[in-house]
């Protein structure tokens, strides 16, 4: 780095955190010592001894308050620069003789070299150097990890799990063998049952006789389908054979019926049959269950409705569009599901949010009483599709408030997954927060356990990845342990008196790590181990003897195996470890008294230890030190071998706890029980008295507690309703809704019960809850709305394409009800199979959505019109918006396509005239830019785009290079002053091929996205200058970036990036690496485009500027949001940082002159700010001695 006062050292665990970090705080003053101060706190700036990196003296960018032999080196040091070599020569001439004239030469050159040092020693002191110097640290410290995260991003597939097991056939059939014996015999006699019903009903219909017995014969059949419960045959497994081929015959039949029928008219068959037919072949999809199947039906319907509708024949019109399907109706309406239809109670609430087209007809649908009264077709189908849609609801994914996420880079979930922590953590006093704070660092690694030690937590993800946290940490980022990174965990273990882990992988394999002391780790000796160890008693276990759980106390530990044996290991004293001895065991060893019981959970102490074991019965067992009555058989006498808790029996404990010489018990009924040491009132009886018998916890009657977590001296529960009651000493902010130094009784903690919280853990003076894991999951077959299969989604697209006519805006306005009813609930149902076949990671081709298929461009084209188009119904346009939100890898599966869908969205203004777009082209906009920022498609994207100037640059002789750097050096001269107009393309900046060839799509788009916010720029610009002169009040301008400048800071972010990356890779002989010489042209390009339109927009920008302080004040409000505000500062800071590091490498892409010639446009904006003068003045002097500097000035 270019300062010799201080040095980066980046540490691991906080490359995420630098991942997640906005940059741009660096380019305000407040934001740059904010983050200065950051560094130092997490120790990644070490000082090398000539200025203090302390955050008090980094308050003002290295303050002015500095030690006074601080003071006295530089004092020593500016004498020693101002001295040196020109004052020697001088003091020879005081008393010797007079120099000649060459001599006074030689003297005057020394001098001014001399200058020239004292010169550039004060400018490298001045307040602008220094913050210049912080910012290059602060960009490099992002740019290792940009580049640690894409090296790993680059050895990673797209899909991360093994391949997903084969897809079930259209019709869900799986083949079977043919059956024997009994069932042999059954499929014969049902197959020549089924051929003769099916004969005799063709006879008779042909022949019309017999009638009657044909209507009896389907009404028999209808009733005994009526009478099944719903979804009977969802899974096939458990249903024979035989009954499943009668059910798939019986259905071709009927269809080739209605087939029939509705292609040549009902010829012969009478309307009653033919509706019981219809019941029959409806009731029939139900009991399969399979969206599919009633997708075919709801078809079938829309068909028959629509071939009835077509009759000349009035009469023939009104049978062959209607059938008594109301007891279809009442079936679907007494299907219900997770989320049923709200109460009366509920109507005022619900009523505050506005309902979906199907919530609204299903809330005010009013059934006729009359069975067999014939209800319409189509409605029929309406209906049916709104109650899949209603139990559809609560398997989807919440839908994201906003168009996109693209501030996560296109995670359009986003996280929904909240953990809380509360007590003594260095990141909550650093932040200033009294109250609980949301760990939004925890938050993202999907959290399914988390366990305290005395210094520390370790969070497990749902991943099977574990992280580690100090609590004294000012900043919450959380470090990977890397030992166990193959390895699948499943839980871990730790004690809140502790200084060692456990961790359980999913093949039994058990690891520890930490303080060694006593034999605790289970290795043999009482070494203490950094990296998590595997113990190796544990391994090559037969069935039944490898471990299901772990538990920790202060100095021991424990397992026990899927059989039931416990074992312990570590300190022994006072009996522990349960041997029926006191000494310490440095392996497992196997608790021998409690041989022939299954153990299912094991809790051990600290201190003067006591430990608790619950049986398969629900019997409580305890031994080690018994004082205060901590072992729950009355006094304080402690035993070595395991002893039954008689008080504890016939409650049917599940789980037991050790906290500081006290003890907790949980009942299968959710009751709580504790005893030991009453101090501090840890109890949560209401007072200090010591309990030596389990006694119930009075003020959690009513409650029924599904998990217990116990600190030192304080505990929690969590009930059923999400509520998380806490009791016991609050010295260290335990309870953050009392504030006295004890809560004596349980009490619900205000605000989580509306957090859905499903974990607890109590640290020695901290707590932390999460709520459910981010990741919205749904299986793959769900009864009714779930249904992954090529046949769901090529029904879907058929239906979709059905009832989306006309409503793409283009038609008559408003469109019926109906028809926005069913495009609303077809497209909630595709959205949830997208959903369900991205989290399963199911193959697209698998599912006939393979890239290029016409069955996925079909999908894609109607969902982007409804999404995008303007006049689309708001219900319609929000449902098409969440598919693609959900489902945009599979319907948008390449950057490429991306790249080139945005392309030809983006408005095409020209000369500063912003065009109006629609809110569903605006959403489409910024979905693309979201996508092509997430799941790596703009890393992707760029990769091909510096592969081919790779290849462009090798194509060309070396003569002919010559040439070419000498036309781009000319051109570079009058680049900016050329005023070339917003729509016509720039030229002689390699974006066209000289070939003929079109550029790769990225280098367009970044041209596209360029143009396009400069001439939204320059058409706000002129919006101000308009509404200044006219006395209206500013527009105002919002804060957040938008996404299109998000996405060009990216790429501005990878390129520099690769660069960074490459300095130190591999060189040939006579140059560089040609990756490297691709990037940089690739910048080049880059530049030249940024630095075109901001020559555009700064002239406009300083004319309007020129009239006034108001104008300056308004037109800076406008250019700090835009290119020159954003894009260009960081650029110019990144260009430096190459040049230390590089300086041939930079020289050789040629981008410096590019930038240069901003400069002359830059200066005469930021002459017009008010007190600019007195800006350089402090930006020169040296720091603390000048105040704050005018904001509004662009920064560089």
Same mark, same amino acid.
């Given at each position: ?7 980066l050292d980046a540490q691991l665990r906080f490359h995420n955190k630098w991942l997640k970090i906005d940059l741009q705080r660096a380019f305000s ?66 008393? $010797? ?400 008196? $502790? ?56 100095? !021991? ?14 300190? $022994? ?418 974006? !066209? ?52 400048l998000d996405l060009l800071l990216r790429f501005q972010r990878l390129l520099v990036s690769k660069l960074y990356l490459g300095v130190n890779g ?101 002459h017009l700010a008010p007190g600019h003068e007195s800006d350089d003045n402090e930006d020169l002097a040296w720091p603390g001695i000048m105040g ?9």
């Amino acid at each position: 780095m270019p300062s010799p006062s201080f040095s980066l050292d980046a540490q691991l665990r906080f490359h995420n955190k630098w991942l997640k970090i906005d940059l741009q705080r660096a380019f305000s003053p407040e934001g740059l010592s904010e983050m200065w101060n950051e560094m130092v706190k997490d120790e990644e700036i070490t000082c090398n001894g000539e200025e203090s990196t302390h955050p008090e003296d980094c308050a003002d960018c290295f303050g002015s308050q500095k030690k006074d032999e601080s003071n006295d080196k530089e004092k020593k040091e500016e004498e020693e620069v101002s001295t040196s070599v020109h004052h020697s020569i001088i003091e020879t001439w005081d008393w $010797g003789r007079q120099p000649d004239e060459n001599e006074l030469k030689e003297c005057l050159l020394v001098l001014v070299e001399d200058q020239q040092k004292l010169a550039t020693h004060t400018a490298k002191s001045t307040l602008s150097a220094l913050r210049l110097r912080q910012r290059l640290v602060i960009l490099e410290r992002y740019l290792i990890s940009l580049s640690h995260s894409m090296m790993e991003e680059k050895y990673k597939g797209r899909w991360k799990s093994p391949p997903s097991p084969p897809l079930p056939t259209a019709d869900n059939k799986s083949p079977r063998p043919a059956g024997k014996g009994v069932e042999g015999l059954a499929r014969v006699g049902s197959r020549a049952a089924l051929s003769f019903a099916f004969a005799f009903l063709r006879r008779a219909w042909r022949s019309g006789e017999d009638a009657d017995l044909c209507s009896e014969l389907l009404q028999e059949s209808l009733d005994a389908l009526r009478a099944l419960p719903e979804a009977s045959l969802f899974d096939e497994g458990t249903v024979s054979s035989v009954w499943l081929e009668v059910v798939e015959r019986a259905t071709k039949f009927l269809t080739d019926v209605h087939g029939s029928a509705s292609a040549k008219g009902p010829g012969n068959i009478p309307l009653q049959d033919q509706h019981l037919a219809l019941a029959i072949l409806l009731e029939l999809a139900v009991q399969r269950g399979t969206l599919s199947q009633l997708l075919s039906a709801v078809l079938l319907l829309l068909r028959l409705w629509d071939s009835g509708t077509r009759e000349m024949d009035n009469e023939r019109s009104a049978q062959g569009t209607s059938a008594p399907l109301l007891p279809l109706l009442l079936r679907f309406q007494n299907i219900h599901s997770s989320k049923d239809l709200p109460s009366a109670e509920e109507d005022m609430e619900v009523l505050t949010a506005p309902l979906s087209p199907n919530e609204s007809l299903l809330r005010y649908l009013t059934l006729p009483q009359d069975n067999d009264l014939a209800i319409d077709l189509r409605q029929t189908a309406v209906v049916i599709m709104a109650h899949l849609d209603r139990l559809a609801a609560p398997c989807s994914p919440p839908q994201c408030s906003s168009p996109t996420s693209h501030k996560d880079h296109g995670n359009v979930q986003g996280t929904l997954q909240e953990v809380i922590g509360w007590g003594l953590l260095g990141w909550k006093l650093h932040a200033n927060v009294n109250g609980p704070v949301q760990c939004k660092a925890l938050s993202s690694l999907g959290v399914t356990q988390i366990v305290c030690s005395e210094k520390g937590f370790l969070i497990l993800s749902r991943s099977g990845a574990i992280y580690t946290q100090n609590y004294k940490s000012t900043t919450l980022a959380p470090l990977l342990v890397q030992a166990l990174s193959s390895r699948k965990i499943t839980k871990i273990a730790a004690h809140p008196d $502790g200084q060692h882990y456990l961790a359980l992988s999913a093949n039994g394999e058990v690891f520890s790590w930490g303080c060694g002391d006593g034999g605790r780790l289970g290795h043999g000796d009482t070494a203490y181990l950094e990296e998590p160890t595997m113990i190796s008693f544990f391994t090559g276990k037969q069935t039944g003897k490898h471990v299901v759980h772990i538990a920790c106390g202060s100095t !021991y530990s424990a397992a026990i195996t899927a059989d039931g044996e416990l074992y312990t290991w570590g300190r $022994g004293n006072y009996g522990r470890l349960g041997h029926g001895s006191s000494e310490d065991q440095t392996t497992p060893m196997l608790v021998t008294a409690l041989k022939g019981l299954k153990v299912l959970d094991v809790a051990c102490g600290s201190g003067d230890a006591q430990t608790l074991a619950v049986t398969e019965n629900g019997q409580v067992w305890s031994w080690g030190d018994g004082d205060y009555g901590k072992l729950g058989r009355g006094g304080s006498d402690g035993c070595k071998t395991p002893k039954l808790v008689e008080k504890l029996q016939d409650l049917d404990i599940v789980k037991v706890c050790c906290g500081s010489q006290f003890s907790v018990a949980l009942t299968k009924d959710g009751q709580v029980y504790t005893w030991g040491k009453g101090d501090n009132q840890r109890l949560g009886h209401g007072t200090d008295e010591h309990v030596r018998y389990p006694k119930l916890l009075d003020s959690l009657q009513g409650k029924k507690v599904v998990d217990i977590a116990v600190g030192s001296t304080h505990c929690l529960a969590l009930t059923d309703e999400g509520e998380v009651h806490s009791w016991g000493s609050n010295d260290k902010l335990q309870h953050f809704d009392t504030l006295f130094s004890n809560k004596k009784q349980p009490k619900a903690l205000p605000g989580l019960n509306s957090k859905h919280i499903v974990g607890i853990a109590c640290g020695p003076g901290q707590n932390f809850a999460w709520s459910s894991c981010s990741e919205w999951s749904v299986g793959q077959r769900v009864p009714f709305v779930v249904d992954v299969c090529p046949m769901t989604f090529e029904q879907l697209d058929l239906l979709l394409r059905q009832v989306s006519e006309g409503m793409e805006g283009s038609s008559d306005w408003p469109p019926p009800q109906e028809k926005e009813c069913m495009v609303v609930a077809t497209l909630n149902l595709l959205r949830l199979q997208l959903h369900a076949a991205i989290s399963n990671q199911v193959d697209p081709e698998e599912l006939g959505l393979g890239l290029g298929s016409t069955l996925l461009n079909s999908l894609k084209q109607t969902v982007v019109t409804l999404a995008s188009n303007a006049g689309v119904l708001n219900s319609v346009q929000s449902a098409a918006q969440a598919v693609l939100q959900s489902g945009w890898s599979v319907l948008l599966p390449t950057a490429e396509e991306r790249a080139r869908a945005l392309s030809s969205l983006l408005p095409s203004a020209v000369s500063g005239n912003e065009m109006s777009v629609s809110p569903g082209r605006r959403f489409m906009i910024d979905l693309l830019v979201s996508s092509l920022m997430a799941d790596g498609g703009l890393e992707s994207a760029l990769n091909a785009a510096i592969t081919a100037e790779i290849q462009d640059i090798e194509a060309k002789k070396e003569a002919q290079k010559e040439k070419e750097i000498d036309e781009q050096e000319a051109n570079a001269s009058t680049l900016h002053r050329s005023r070339t107009p917003l729509d016509k393309d720039l030229i002689n900046t390699g974006i !066209y091929e000289s070939a003929g060839k079109q550029s790769l799509p990225l280098v367009q788009l970044v041209q596209q996205l360029l143009r396009n916010i400069a001439s939204q720029t320059i058409a706000r610009l002129k919006d101000v200058a308009r509404r200044i002169s006219s006395c209206l009040d500013a527009e105002h301008v919002g804060k957040e970036r938008s996404a299109s400048l998000d996405l060009l800071l990216r790429f501005q972010r990878l390129l520099v990036s690769k660069l960074y990356l490459g300095v130190n890779g591999p060189e040939v002989v006579n140059g560089y690496n040609p990756d490297l010489l691709g990037v940089g042209s690739l910048l080049k390009k880059y530049i030249a485009l940024l630095c075109t339109h901001i020559g555009d927009i700064l002239p406009v920008a300083t004319s309007i500027a020129f009239a006034g302080h108001r104008h300056f004040a308004e037109v800076s409000r406008v250019i700090e949001g835009d290119l020159t505000g954003v894009l260009l500062p960081e650029l110019v800071v990144s260009i430096v940082l190459l040049l230390t590091i590089d300086a041939g490498l930079m020289q050789e892409t040629g981008s410096i002159p590019l930038l240069a010639g901003l400069l002359e446009h830059l200066d005469r904006f930021n002459h017009l700010a008010p007190g600019h003068e007195s800006d350089d003045n402090e930006d020169l002097a040296w720091p603390g001695i000048m105040g704050t500097p005018w904001r509004n000035a662009v920064a560089l």
